[in-house]
């Protein structure tokens, strides 16, 4: 990601002299500082301090919108069904011409289909009338017959 906002630099130069009792102690801190800013990695200009506060970069705001939201009474348009039939002639018309499209099954491919359904059928109603019936003679046992 881009981030178009221009970077942000500390006010306070990072690097500030420091009083110095004679000149070797001063070269030999400035060595140590410029050893720990390169092996941080970091450009001079972007080596944190100590207690400095972290500057943080910040989201751009969107960018506005050239034109205003359209009003909900501009959107609304009456939606035209192309598919709707003028009269029943044409409805019947219509409908003839989707039928025409249809994939239909084979006699062999419709035997197979229904055969599988009969089975499913027969079994479910077997099931549920396995189940009724036990239902019902569980019941006559807990509640007795009068």
């Known amino acids: 990601m881009s981030d178009n906002s221009p ?4 006010e306070e130069p990072l690097d500030e002299p420091t009083p110095a009792l004679d000149d070797e102690n001063s070269q030999s801190s ?6 720990a800013k390169a092996e ?4 001079a200009e972007q080596a944190p301090r100590a207690g ?11 960018v506005k919108k050239s034109a205003a939201t359209r009003k909900r009474s501009e959107a609304d348009v009456e939606h035209v069904d192309p598919y709707k039939a003028k009269n029943p002639a044409h409805f019947v018309r219509q409908s003839t011409d989707e ?3 249809v994939v239909w ?7 197979k289909s229904f055969a599988s359904v009969l089975i499913f059928v027969v079994f479910i109603i077997a099931f549920v009338g396995l ?12 509640l007795g017959t009068n």
């Open 7 to 10: 970077e942000q630099t500390p």
């Open 30 to 35: 400035q060595e140590d500082a410029a050893e």
């Open 40 to 43: 941080d990695k970091l450009p």
């Open 52 to 62: 400095a506060p972290i500057r943080r970069k910040t989201a751009q705001a969107p």
């Open 99 to 101: 039928l025409k499209k």
């Open 105 to 111: 099954p084979t006699r062999s491919q419709l035997a």
């Open 131 to 142: 189940f009724d019936t036990l239902f019902g003679w569980l019941l006559l046992k807990i």
